[in-house]
């Protein structure tokens, strides 16, 4: 086996000395190969050579082949998890952390969807003392897809425990809310637009109402589609407005031309801007689709981290109080006024990823915008 091993860090140690047809090639190759060591139960195989790419990568960062190998190989021993390999599988977590491979919200994710669920107090177990992070996303992948742990008594006993409680995933609550149930159905049904404006160069509308964005304030408004800015080409706006003359359902176009957004910039020819109310859980399902799908360069984060960026997007764009509860958290949402909004403006890229979110805060005095589009 070590021979095998050798052979195959050697094949994609020279895929940059190859020429541009090669390293296709190569990557099939390898991939068959572990398919087919997996299929016949050699678990072991695939766990040397997960460790070995992983100490290539550490003596080449820059090298692309070794983790995107390490990852196919992780995907194959998450698929036979539980049927003796689940060993090899928390040794591939631990390696990876150790070698500065973020593998543990993908490998939670994986186990949860793939491996038999009979196994996940086992990986709980055998996560050792540095993997709280794999432990809290296991624990949240697995809410997401059977709504509570009522059916999981010792994986629950550890949820309830005070690591859990610390770390940043410990906030989210153990049970699904009713709005979240639908989270793997299709997109909500979202009527025609209530009201259309057109904008054309120089015509923009004034609208009485002050910036007060900060950078935090942003931040936790673009938490659901930061990774279409850190992983791709993506264009993000978030901001607060304190409100000088009240938004209503039928002005609220001329409000939004008004405030000076950039993503309702006008070109040279005027563009549409429509805009539809939305209920609270609709947007929702867009923040947390907008985290978990991804961008168009970069892979999504995974279902318990896209449930918890959804929820903090939500907080913010709501202006609910800082240390506020998932379930305060809520209460206001459900009392602000939502609405999407969809431009032809310059700013959008029209391709696939568009996002225009608006919530008018209970007070009725203020206003957060979220606008993110992104593009290949």
Known sequence: MADQIERTIRLLRDLGRTTDAEPGKVIRWVRAESERRCADGDSAYLGDLGVALLQCHQAEPRA?????????????????????????????????????????????????????????????????????????????????????LARRPQIAE???????????????????AGFEAGWDQGPPCIGAADREIRIAPGERPAWPATDVSTEAAADALAAAVMNWADDSNGEIEARVFDLGEAVTPENIPEALAGLG???????????????????????????????????????????????????????????????????????????????????????????????GLVAVRPDGESLAVLAATDTD
Do not use: M
């Open 261 to 355: 957004l950039a993503c309702l910039e006008a070109g040279q020819v005027p563009f549409r801007l429509a805009v539809f109310a939305v209920e609270a859980y609709a947007a929702w399902w867009i923040l947390f689709h907008a985290a978990l799908d991804g961008s168009a360069y970069g892979r999504g984060r995974h279902g318990a981290y896209s449930r918890l960026y959804a929820w903090r997007s939500l907080a913010a764009l709501a202006g609910a109080e800082q240390d506020a509860s998932p379930q305060q958290v809520w209460a206001t949402a459900q009392e602000c006024a939502w609405f999407g909004f969809d431009a032809e403006s310059p700013w959008y890229t029209h391709v696939f990823w568009d996002i």
């Open 158 to 176: 550890w949820a309830s425990s005070a690591a859990l409680r610390r770390h940043p995933l410990g906030w989210l609550p153990l049970e699904l």
């Open 64 to 148: 692309w082949q070794y983790l995107h190998t390490f990852d196919h190989l992780f995907k194959l021993l998450a698929g036979v998890c539980g049927n003796g390999d689940l060993s090899q599988a928390l040794r591939l977590i631990a390696a990876s952390r150790a070698a500065g491979h973020d593998i543990d919200r993908l490998a939670a994710a994986l186990l949860v969807a793939e491996g038999p669920r009979t196994a996940l107090a086992a990986a709980i177990e055998g996560a050792g003392d540095d993997g709280e992070t794999f432990r809290a996303c296991l624990v949240h992948e697995l809410i997401l897809r059977e709504g509570s």
